[in-house]
C-alpha cells in the first residue's frame, strides 16, 4: 500500500508563498528608500498597504511596497501617506479594489491560483 504524501498545513504553504512573493517583490522595485517616507534608512521591509492578514491582497504587487523599519512598525503603515502615494502611483480605482477586499475570506483553490500565479511573475 502507497501512503499518500502528507498535505502541507495552510499556514506553511502560506509561509512558502511569502518566501516565494518576495523574491519577486525585492527584484521588481528600486529599493534605494522607503515609499512612505523617502527615508534611504537600511533595512527596509515589506510593507503593505492592506495588512497581510487579508490573503486576498497579501501578495497583489499594487499591495505592497518597501518601507522602512518605522512606517512599517512604528507607524503601522503610514498608512495615510501609504494611501497618498498609492493613489498617484496605481490610481484611486485600484486603491479602492485593494481596500474593499480586506478582509474578506479566501476562496476554495485560492493557494493553489496564487502558488501558479506568482511563479509566473517575472
Known amino acids: 500500500m502507497l501512503n ?12 512558502e508563498l511569502d518566501n516565494l512573493y ?3 517583490f525585492w527584484n521588481k522595485f528600486d529599493f534605494d ?9 537600511v533595512p527596509l521591509f515589506w510593507g503593505h498597504f492592506v495588512p497581510r492578514g487579508s490573503k486576498l491582497v497579501r501578495w497583489d504587487i499594487n499591495n505592497s511596497r518597501p518601507q522602512c523599519f518605522e512606517c512599517n512598525n512604528e507607524l503601522r503603515g503610514n498608512i ?5 502615494r498609492l493613489n498617484k502611483e496605481v490610481g484611486p480605482e485600484e486603491v479602492e479594489r485593494i481596500e474593499n477586499l480586506k478582509g474578506k475570506p479566501i476562496y476554495k483553490g485560492f ?3 496564487e502558488e501558479e500565479r506568482i ?3 517575472k
Open 22 to 24: 518576495k523574491k519577486f
Open 119 to 121: 511563479k509566473g511573475l
Open 33 to 41: 528608500s522607503c515609499y512612505t517616507c523617502d527615508d534611504k534608512t
Open 80 to 84: 495615510e501617506e501609504f494611501r497618498i
Open 4 to 15: 499518500k504524501p502528507k498535505r502541507k498545513s495552510q499556514s506553511v504553504r502560506v509561509r
Open 111 to 113: 493557494i493553489n491560483n
